[in-house]
């Protein structure tokens, strides 16, 4: 439980990467979408008295938003994934760097630092939110059509556009959902740290 509490995040961020790699893509920035995101809401809070629960909601955001781009990027912008994601990480470090000037960003709320401490059923609260988002992501992908539909993508992207799937809404989804996970593991990065750097 130790060694899964304290991989959490980059479980998370597994999770986002498998739902990509299942299409046939690549995402290299989630580990930049997770230190810019995470410093937002922290930017947000600090500096412009954002109430927390706004500024998280506002990372969270920003991290679809970032898989959004490479979404549109990777399928209507035809660009490969692998560079369109690449221009990501490297934007979103640069930007992560430049909202704080590079220094970390501390004072959070006492309850956010409880979330990687407090235990839910003896087990810890990260291992539960990561079992959890394995669990979602495993229902969607074998109980639900949209879900299944993401192998055939990765099997024959063509075929699976003849057949009638979507396959660019479906690629989109999936690099959004990554961004959000990346996000969501940035929080518990912020929790375990109590800041942000």
Same mark, same amino acid.
């Given at each position: 439980?130790?060694?899964?509490?304290?991989?959490?995040?980059?479980?998370?961020?597994?999770?986002?990467?498998?739902?990509v790699i299942i299409i046939g893509g690549i995402d290299l920035s989630v580990g930049a979408v997770l230190a810019v995101s995470l410093m937002l809401?922290?930017?947000?809070?600090?500096?412009?008295?954002?109430?927390?629960?706004?500024?998280?909601?506002?990372?969270?955001?920003?991290?679809? +938003? @970032?898989? $959004? %781009?490479?979404?549109? *990027?990777?399928?209507?912008?035809?660009?490969?994934?692998?560079?369109?994601?690449? &221009?990501?990480?490297?934007?979103?470090?640069?930007?992560?760097?430049?909202?704080?000037?590079?220094?970390?960003?501390t004072g959070f709320p006492e309850w956010f630092s409880e979330i990687t401490s407090a235990r839910f059923l003896g087990l810890p609260l990260e +291992? @539960?939110? $990561? %079992?959890?988002?394995? *669990?979602?992501?495993?229902?969607?992908?074998?109980?639900?059509?949209?879900?299944? &539909?993401?192998?055939?993508?990765?099997?024959?992207?063509?075929?699976?556009?003849?057949?009638?799937?979507?396959?660019?809404?479906?690629?989109?989804?999936?690099?959004?959902?990554?961004?959000?996970?990346?996000?969501?593991?940035?929080?518990?990065?912020?929790?375990?740290?109590?800041?942000?750097?």
């Amino acid at each position: 439980f130790n060694v899964f509490s304290q991989m959490s995040e980059i479980g998370i961020m597994a999770a986002g990467a498998a739902l990509v790699i299942i299409i046939g893509g690549i995402d290299l920035s989630v580990g930049a979408v997770l230190a810019v995101s995470l410093m937002l809401n922290a930017w947000l809070y600090r500096d412009f008295g954002v109430p927390f629960v706004i500024s998280t909601l506002a990372g969270l955001a920003l991290g679809a +938003f @970032v898989g $959004l %781009v490479n979404g549109i *990027l990777s399928t209507y912008g035809r660009i490969q994934p692998f560079v369109a994601t690449l &221009a990501t990480m490297s934007a979103c470090s640069g930007l992560a760097l430049f909202i704080t000037n590079g220094s970390p960003v501390t004072g959070f709320p006492e309850w956010f630092s409880e979330i990687t401490s407090a235990r839910f059923l003896g087990l810890p609260l990260e +291992f @539960v939110i $990561l %079992v959890v988002v394995y *669990l979602v992501v495993a229902y969607w992908l074998y109980f639900r059509p949209s879900g299944r &539909a993401l192998y055939a993508i990765g099997g024959n992207e063509e075929v699976a556009r003849l057949s009638g799937i979507n396959t660019r809404r479906a690629k989109v989804m999936v690099y959004v959902t990554a961004g959000f996970l990346a996000a969501l593991a940035g929080l518990i990065v912020g929790s375990r740290l109590d800041a942000a750097h």
